[in-house]
Every structure is written in C-alpha cells, then in structure tokens.
C-alpha cells in the first residue's frame, strides 16, 4: 500500500476511535455494552476486509474497556467471539505465539460440558498453529482431541476441517499414505453433507500430495478444481494459495514461464489482502523460480525478504527450512560454497528436528550437488543416497527419479576410472578378457541372493571390478605362464592385491572397497594371502569375490588348459568348502548356478560397456526382500 494511502487509513481509523471513545465517556453505564458489541463489530469487519492491523487494535480496546472498567460480565459468546477474532488476526499477521494465547483463553473460559463445540473448534485451530509452527505432535494431539469432540457432537462438517488440517500435519511429515487415507475420509464427508468450501481445501491439500509424489497432471487437475469452487465463492486468500500451488507444479515440470504468471497473480493478491504467511511463501517460491532463470539479484531480494520476516517472527518451521534451503542454492550458484554449506546444513538440521521427511530429502538433494561441486564425492554420494532413500519410501515418484539422475552422473565418474583399470588388466591378457566384469556379475548375483542391498551391493561390485587391478605391476611372462609356475613366480602373483591397494591409493571412493580387494584371496582356515586372516575376520565383501573368482577362473579358457564345465568346477570348490570358501556363501552360491542363474556369465565374451550394465542392476530391487533379509542373516 502506497504511505499516503496508508497514513490516511491511520488518521480514519483514529478519528474514528476517538469519536467512539468521547461518545463511551458521555455514556451511562448500561452504554458500555453497545460500546463493546460495535467495537466487535467493527473488529469483525476490519478482519473480513484485511485489515489485522486495525482489527487488533479495535479488539485491543475492546479488552481494556472490557477488563479495566469494572463492567458486570457479560455472555460467554461474545467473550469466545472476542478471542477467535483477535487469534483469527494475530495469525494472519504470522504471530503465532499470540495467537495460541488468545485460543487458550477461549479453552480457559468453557467451564462445562455445554460448550463442547466451542472446545471442538478451537482445538481444531490450535493445532493448525501448532502445525505452522512445525510443533507436529502436540498439533496431532489438539487435531485429534477435535476430531474426538466432533464425534461426540456427531458435526460432520467439524470433523472433516479437523481430519483436513490433521492431512497436513500428516504431509509435512512425509507420511503420504496417512494423508491421502485422511483426505479421502475427509472428501467423502464433504461431499455427504455438501459442502463445496471444505471439498474444495481438501481437494486442494490432496493435489500437493499428487505433486510431491511427481503426478503432476493429476495435481493440476485438483488444484484447478478447487480454484473453481474459491473464485465462484469469492474466496480471494484461498485462491492466491492455489495459484501458488499450481506455480509449484508448473515449475517442477520445467514449465517456468507459465509459473511465474501464477506466483506474481498469488503475490500481488497476497500483498493486497495483507496475508503475510501468504506472502513469505510465494517470496521463497519467486526466489527459487529467479534463480532458475539466472536472475540471482532478485532471487536474494525475494529470499532476504523471506529470512527477515522470519527472524521477526522467531518461526522455526518447515518455511525457514525452505528459506534456508534457497538461501543455500544461491549462495551455491554464486560459488560460495562455505556459506551455501553452512545454509544447507542448518536447514537439514531443522528439517529432521520437526520431522519433515520430504524437505530433509530435499535438503539432502540440494547439499549432495554442493558436494559434488566441492568435490567431496563420499559426502555427496552419501548425502544423495539418503535422499533417494527417503523420497523412495514416500513413493515421492519424481523427486526419487530426480535424485536418481544425479547419483547415476556422479557415479559415471568412478564408472568410468573402473573401466579403464579394469581394462588395462585384461589388455594385460587376452585370455583374462572380461574376467573382471563377469567376476563382478558373479559376485552381484551372490551378494543379492543373500539380500544385501544399496551402498553394499555397489562397495562389493565396484571391488570386484578391481580385484585383479594389481595385475599391471605383474610381469607379462609371470601372468602368460603355460606351465607350472616357480615358488618365486608364485610370490609375485600373491603380491597383487597388495600392488592393487597401493594403485587406489590417494583415490577417494564412495565405497569402501580396498579392503575387499586387499583380502579377496585369503582362506577360511587362515591360509590365504596376503595376511592370512581366517573365517569372519575376512570381509564379506572379499568372500564373496572369492568364490566369483575361483569360479570364473576355473571355467573360463587359460593358456595353461581349458575351461572346465560347471559340474567340475563346482566340485573342485566343494572339496574346499570350510577350508578355502566359506560353506553357507559357497552353498550359496552352488544354488545359483543350479538354478541356471548365472549361465548368461560363465565363460562369456563381455561387451565393451558390460561394467555399465552389471552396475545398473545394484539399484534394482529384490521381489521378496523380507525372504531376502532372512537369507542373509542365516550367514
């Protein structure tokens, strides 16, 4: 609002105190009351037009009369009437401290069971302030203590604003299967008992689940639904909010353009209307939107604006985690990538402190590309890993697959450095072609069987790619032998793992894989090499790739003899069961190859790009992963 605008308003409104004020003075006693029922009056009025400003202080006046002056009591309703506006626009005005202390009065003055209504709605109401302020279990406990009350009073239509705002608690909270079963719950009342205004906010509240979970079609189908029901009742502050919305979903589909039209449209209504919780957000979404399209001077503005109004209001919740969040993006894009991690880091720590599953992936996602930037991969694939993890488990569809890209092209980084090693190992013989990628299949094959999973499966795959990678340091004639090797030759071979752990020295890896390579040819009863560790003080990783070795050299063509088939292969390792192998991998493992499971492998003629290939199938799951689990912990 332009000050002359504004300084008007101020000079109207006092004016207008004052003359009710003398009039009070010159009135008698029973006066009073009509003094307080217009100054409610015109508190409602200033609320219903937005001005909270003006509504407060009208009802501050009201309270002082009202306490000050030693007036008889007057109704309950009109007492509960003064405390719901006052907290109506206190909240609108983001103080919501004081807006929880006015709806605890109204708890405070109903005495009897009578006024279980008003109880109902006022739980109701505090515990979506309680849910802006990211407090999620005592507003689930207020939500629920509402939809209880509700129940008794067999109200309907309370019940269905109460099971609404528990949906986005249950939202922000990334439990989206609860939110959706309570909206539909919800939706169903509603539509019972015919109410297009409480159908319209859960329609709206059950699209920005659709959008979190990437079906964005389906999102924009139910925001646009409920912006027709708001604009045909004129709701002008909810319509804004689903203009934000739908500029949300515009923007994660690439669609920016169209999305900054929505944002501004919510902006200026925002602005207009006074709504500063409306506000703050479209600020934080504008910032974001600025910044994808390069614009960083008005993404700081818009980003700023957020972080002051927040530091105003003391408000630590799921929108400081998004300001954080943004504030850590642009830093990051303005190469400052101390302050981008200090943001990003304060953010995630706020994020799990209240419980937001869905912004702490984000979060995640965000610090995993700094990372990468910073080249501190471990911490990025780390940081990437959680987030693909946890939008996995929300079924949050497109944000999983966002995140998937990034891990695969940070990950191609490695891919690549291993297929070049592993390369120059079988360039080192041709009769050793592809050895390390179909131990690598071999070993994957085993290391699913037995249910591991994730950050495993890649630690045990990325090591069997590299196991022989100390084979460059071997001499030609050692390696190409056709006969029996010497004592000396022999103890040249056993130094490889060793050659291979001092090659990946100084290289930083996401996995921890150089143990497995180290140890991938000692033995159960200790007589392995190089240190000769014995049973489980060998890695498991390492035993696994030991008998994917032993297999794939025992049935693939030498120089020294030919492939043995896989009956005799596996009776050869047989004999060493407990010895060489350990028993329950091996038997394992024996499973496998009978089941036909490996026969795609054995002595095969591996493709140029098999590495990329063998490494995509780490992230596919398991059909029966409980069975799985169970596998695993019997060894």
């Not at 539509?191 to 509240?205: K, S």
């Not at 190992?425 to 009769?431: A, E, M, N, S």
Request: charged share 30%; aromatic share 8%.
């Amino acid at each position: 609002m332009p000050e002359q605008t504004r300084t008007r308003v101020n000079v109207d409104f006092q004016s207008e105190l004052e003359h009710m004020l003398m009039a009070r003075r010159a009135a008698t006693e029973p006066d009073w009351a009509n003094t307080i029922t217009n100054l409610l009056k015109l508190a409602r009025e200033a609320n219903e037009s937005f001005e909270f400003d003006r509504a407060v202080e009208y009802l501050n006046t009201l309270e002082e009369i009202w306490n000050t002056k030693g007036l008889p009591e007057f109704s309950l309703e009109l007492r509960f009437e003064l405390h719901r506006e006052k907290g109506k626009a206190l909240a609108s005005q983001g103080k919501l401290d004081k807006a929880t202390h006015e709806y605890q009065k109204i708890l405070n003055f109903c005495r009897d069971a009578g006024q279980l209504r008003v109880k109902s709605e006022t739980f109701t109401q505090i515990g979506q302030l309680m849910a802006k302020k990211g407090d999620h279990d005592r507003a689930l406990g207020y939500l629920q203590r509402a939809i209880g009350a509700y129940r008794r009073l067999d109200d309907q239509r309370g019940m269905c604003k109460a099971l609404r705002n528990l949906g986005v608690i249950y939202v922000e909270l990334g439990e989206f299967e609860e939110a959706e079963g309570t909206y539909d719950e919800a939706i169903a009342v509603a539509r019972e008992i015919g109410d297009d205004m409480v159908y319209a906010d859960l329609v709206n509240n059950l699209g920005t689940i659709m959008n979190m979970r990437g079906k964005w079609q389906k999102a924009l189908e139910l925001y646009r639904e409920s912006l027709r029901i708001y604009e045909a009742n004129k709701e002008i502050r909810k319509t804004a909010y689903t203009r934000n919305n739908v500029g949300i979903t515009l923007t994660e589909q690439g669609m920016d353009d169209d999305a900054f039209s929505w944002f501004q449209e919510a902006y200026e209504i925002a602005v207009s209307i006074k709504d500063e919780a409306l506000t703050l957000i479209v600020d934080i979404n504008l910032a974001d939107l600025y910044l994808k399209k390069g614009d960083l001077a008005d993404a700081k503005r818009h980003c700023r604006r957020a972080e002051q109004y927040l530091i105003k209001t003391n408000r630590s919740n799921s929108t400081l985690v998004e300001t954080k969040k943004t504030a850590g993006k642009i830093a990051y894009h303005e190469q400052d990538y101390d302050c981008a991690l200090s943001y990003l880091t304060e953010a995630l720590d706020l994020s799990r402190h209240i419980g937001a599953q869905f912004l702490e992936a984000e979060v995640l996602l965000e610090r995993g590309k700094l990372f990468m930037a910073m080249e501190r991969h471990l911490d990025s694939l780390t940081d990437l890993e959680s987030s693909y993890h946890i939008y996995t488990g929300l079924k949050a569809d497109g944000k999983r697959e966002q995140t998937e890209e990034v891990i695969n092209s940070l990950e191609s980084l490695y891919l690549d450095i291993f297929n070049s090693m592993a390369q120059r190992v079988d360039r080192k013989d041709q009769y050793t072609k592809g050895h390390s990628d179909r131990v690598a299949s071999l070993s994957l094959l085993l290391a699913k069987e037995l249910g591991l999973r994730g950050n495993m499966l890649k630690t045990i795959v990325a090591a069997a790619l590299l196991h022989d990678v100390g084979k460059i340091h071997i001499d030609n004639t050692i390696l190409k032998k056709a006969g029996k090797l010497t004592d000396r030759e022999f103890q040249a071979i056993q130094k490889h793992p060793e050659f291979g752990v001092e090659l990946l020295r100084g290289k930083e890896f996401p996995w921890d894989i150089k143990p497995l390579v180290l140890h991938h040819h000692e033995k159960m009863n200790g007589r392995g090499y190089p240190l000769g560790l014995k049973g489980e003080d060998i890695p498991l990783g390492a035993r696994i790739i030991c008998i994917a070795d032993v297999f794939d050299a025992l049935t693939s063509d030498r120089v020294y003899r030919a492939a043995f088939d896989t009956d005799k292969a596996l009776d050869i390792m047989q004999k060493e069961s407990g010895t060489s192998f350990d028993p329950v991998l091996l038997k394992c493992f024996m499973n496998i190859i009978h089941q036909g499971k490996a026969d795609p492998v054995i002595n095969a003629r591996t493709r140029e790009d098999e590495l990329y290939s063998i490494w995509s199938q780490c992230t596919i799951e398991d059909n029966n992963p409980k069975q799985a689990k169970q596998a695993v912990t019997a060894t």
